[in-house]
């Protein structure tokens, strides 16, 4: 439809559209790449006086008004940071703490009051619709309770589907001004995000659906998703990535229950080649941020996956947000919303990532607990996950002493240290607690690997943890009299927290253990462990094993004795050593399958085994006795 036609008496200047606003209005403003950045200018140019912005996230216009002044304009605002810099040096006083969801609530029902909304859209369609484009978020309800209605008509601004029309009778006055949208900057990666998104990427199973935080967890992920089937989008921010996931065919939304086939976001944000996608796409579709925010809407998605950004976590598992870590945008957005939804989702994970340190200060990121000024934004009971570059801590139904111990071990290692200290003065550990001693990341990361043994058993091998404390002893527990007899020559009747302690805290220096774990993550069983220790004085080590009775001949003991020896042949290790008993004749055939000579003493029913890895077994030969 032509504009001029069918609204040409609403059609005036950025001047004439700047006038109407009064002393001391309340004004809302679109935010984001949705700026009426023309009408702001000649407001800005105006001389009206004691005027309160309110805009959902400050953009680089609204930025300029504070300049003025707050005798002049004062910004209040639902998101601190954002694209207007930092020229708002108390921005905190006038920062509106709710949760995305929340927010249009409060607007429509005029709890926070609105004079004039001043919006872009988009052309009108042949029925005299206007498109908020790429943000519907809240603007849809300040509109809709707006005293009057300003829109700057930006042909470059897309017409995207979902609840993002307005109607032109709404509209008082229209100002014409056609202006490339605001494009997000590229962003390089570096090798700690590249690794805290390579684990993300492991809590997304095919048919997830997803929502990624803004800018390099989404940018990241693309990487790590490439191999992944049938994943939806239910997200905050439609972004470039999502797109290009979209295009490789990875996502197609065919397992939602609700909205099938559609992408679901409140406002679409990155490069002209996405805001080109979503024009008239009826598969990308936003609506208000009320209705997708939803965190009961959110859980209906079945397997709902929401990885977000923080600040810092302390060591009870709350989470702080604020100066980000690796995006230009602070607060919590709707990471609230989503991260609640998805732990009410039948499968769903929740997920917080951020650096083990702060990008400008190198302080810690775990910290044991938070400052006065610092506002929490999850608390210790909501997150399930929590992923840094030293690898995943889930949280989801541990006593705070686990929560600490598992965010210990993926604190920065030059910090684990002191807030293994500092957690047992404050009693969240017990006061006996070991220091965790933990492989460097690079043999965690060396040693994990995913395996199939005899039977269909899927299993996840990694290097033992301190906080593998429970699972530990229950492998104990589910072994028979005899197995015990046959790991510990002794007829062992329990298994304490200080031997359990003393069995899981070992450093490269003294050995290595590694475990077999299976089953989903949030309720992984250990079914099978396996060490060797080095021997003072000498270049080789002492082996033992144990493995759950049930899932005994399924090759998972001579698995683990051939990869312990391919690692500890890394290691400069020269061999190893194990005392099996007679009657254990399954392991001694475990023993026997390595291919060099072993060396074997019988002695009151033990066998001593030895064999070094550079006496390889010739053709025939078997042991030395």
């Not at 099938?260 to 024009?279: I, S």
């Not at 994970?349 to 910290?367: M, Q």
């Not at 006996?432 to 199939?452: F, G, H, I, K, W």
């Not at 009151?604 to 070094?612: K, N, Q, T, Y």
């Amino acid at each position: 439809m032509n504009l001029k036609e069918k609204f040409g008496g609403k059609i005036v200047s950025p001047e004439k559209a700047a006038s109407q606003v009064r002393n001391g209005d309340r004004i809302f403003l679109g935010s984001m790449c949705a700026e009426p950045s023309i009408i702001v200018a000649a407001l800005s140019d105006s001389r009206v006086e004691d005027v309160e912005i309110i805009q959902f996230m400050t953009g680089r216009s609204a930025a300029k008004l504070a300049e003025k002044g707050r005798d002049r304009f004062r910004i209040k605002t639902f998101f601190l940071g954002g694209l207007g810099g930092n020229t708002q040096e108390a921005a905190e006083a006038d920062y509106v703490p709710l949760f995305h969801s929340q927010i249009p609530f409060f607007l429509r029902n005029r709890r926070i009051p609105i004079d004039i909304a001043i919006v872009q859209v988009s052309e009108p369609d042949r029925f005299g619709r206007f498109s908020l484009g790429t943000s519907v978020d809240v603007s849809l309800s300040a509109v809709e309770s707006a005293r009057m209605v300003i829109a700057q008509v930006n042909r470059n601004m897309p017409r995207t589907q979902g609840d993002t029309l307005i109607q032109g009778d709404r509209i008082a006055y229209f100002v014409e001004h056609d202006e490339e949208l605001f494009e997000l900057p590229g962003e390089t990666l570096g090798e700690k995000e590249k690794k805290i998104t390579k684990y993300c990427s492991e809590l997304i199973e095919d048919g997830s659906i997803v929502q990624f935080g803004f800018a390099g967890i989404s940018k990241g992920l693309m990487d790590y998703l490439k191999d992944r089937k049938n994943l939806g989008i239910h997200t905050e921010i439609f972004t470039d990535a999502l797109m290009d996931l979209m295009d490789a065919g990875i996502i197609n939304n065919s397992t939602k229950k609700m909205y099938r086939g559609k992408c679901l976001a409140t406002t679409c944000m990155g490069t002209k080649r996405l805001y080109e996608f979503v024009h008239e796409n009826s598969v990308v579709e936003l609506y208000p941020s009320d209705f997708v925010l939803n965190p009961t809407f959110i859980a209906q998605n079945d397997r709902m996956i929401s990885i977000n950004l923080a600040l810092q976590v302390d060591l009870k598992g709350q989470i702080r947000q604020g100066k980000p870590t690796w995006t230009a945008f602070e607060s919590s957005g709707g990471d609230h919303d989503f991260m609640r939804g998805a732990t009410l989702s039948q499968g769903g994970r929740s997920a917080i990532c951020l650096r083990s340190t702060s990008l400008t200060s190198g302080r810690s990121t775990i910290v044991p607990s938070f400052g006065p000024k610092s506002s929490v934004i999850m608390n210790r009971g909501e997150v399930n996950y929590v992923v840094t570059e030293y690898g995943i801590a889930y949280l989801g139904g541990k006593s705070i002493r686990e929560k600490a111990m598992a965010l210990v071990e993926i604190a920065h290692p030059d910090h684990r240290e002191n807030l293994m200290r500092e957690a047992r003065e404050l009693g969240y550990v017990y006061p006996n607690q070991v220091y965790c001693c933990m492989a460097s990341p690079a043999l965690r990361e060396r040693v994990r690997t995913d395996r199939e043994f005899g039977g269909g058993v899927k299993a996840h091998i990694r290097v033992a943890k301190p906080t593998d404390e429970s699972m530990m002893r229950d492998l104990f527990y589910h072994l028979s009299e005899s197995s015990v007899y046959f790991r510990y020559f002794s007829p062992k009747r329990s298994m304490p927290l200080a031997n359990l302690q003393k069995y899981l805290n070992i450093s490269e220096e003294e050995g290595l253990s590694i475990v077999v774990t299976t089953g989903p993550r949030e309720n992984r069983s250990m079914i099978a462990e396996a060490r060797y220790m080095l021997i003072q004085g000498g270049d080789s080590a002492d082996t033992a094993f144990m493995v759950d009775e049930h899932y005994q001949g399924k090759g998972i003991a001579t698995f683990l004795l051939h990869y312990l020896i391919e690692i500890a042949k890394e290691r400069n290790v020269r061999g190893f050593r194990a005392d099996v008993l007679l009657d254990n004749q399954p392991m001694l055939r475990v023993y026997d399958s390595v291919p060099y000579v072993i060396h074997k003493t019988i002695d009151s029913g033990v066998v001593e085994l030895r064999f070094r890895f550079d006496e390889p077994k010739m053709s025939g030969e078997e042991v030395k006795t």
